[in-house]
């Protein structure tokens, strides 16, 4: 069974994230997915500085099985995307929770459609 920290918000479509002190989100997809996907081989990552809307495609991730979109789950602003995986992309196999993807500063505090840790798992059982 998937790994699902207790500590990290999730979304139905199977990002996870990490509210930062600073009120920043670091956003990565779920041990779950990249099971699903297989060997991740290639990430496309937003460019720091775009501006985001909640629910819109701004990533993608391919594996020898599929290409699948990662979405923003907050509108905001990209503030960082994470280089080391885009060349090492194979990482996000070994440990999806150690390597994020992109971080957003979010507009507002509201997280609108994301769920906690159990919510997620009941979603990944019923899948």
């Known amino acids: 069974m998937a790994n699902t920290p207790a500590d990290l918000k999730y979304t139905s479509s199977h990002e996870w ?3 930062e002190s600073d009120g920043t989100l670091t956003i990565g997809v779920t041990d779950h997915a990249q099971e699903a996907l297989g060997d ?3 990430l496309e990552l937003p460019e ?3 501006r985001v809307a909640a629910g819109e495609a701004i990533a ?3 594996s020898v099985k599929a290409a699948s979109d990662i979405y923003a789950p907050v509108t905001g602003e990209v503030i960082a995307a994470n280089q080391a995986v885009v060349d090492a992309p194979e990482s996000v196999n070994a440990d999806a929770y150690a390597n994020w993807l992109f971080r957003i500063r979010p507009e507002s505090a509201d997280l609108g459609k ?3 840790a159990a919510a997620y798992e009941a979603l990944v ?3």
Request: hydrophobic share 60%; charged share 20%.
């Open 114 to 116: 994301v769920i906690d």
């Open 40 to 42: 991740v081989v290639f």
């Open 60 to 62: 993608v991730i391919e």
């Open 48 to 50: 720091p500085g775009r």
């Open 17 to 19: 994230i990490r509210v």
């Open 125 to 127: 059982a019923n899948a």
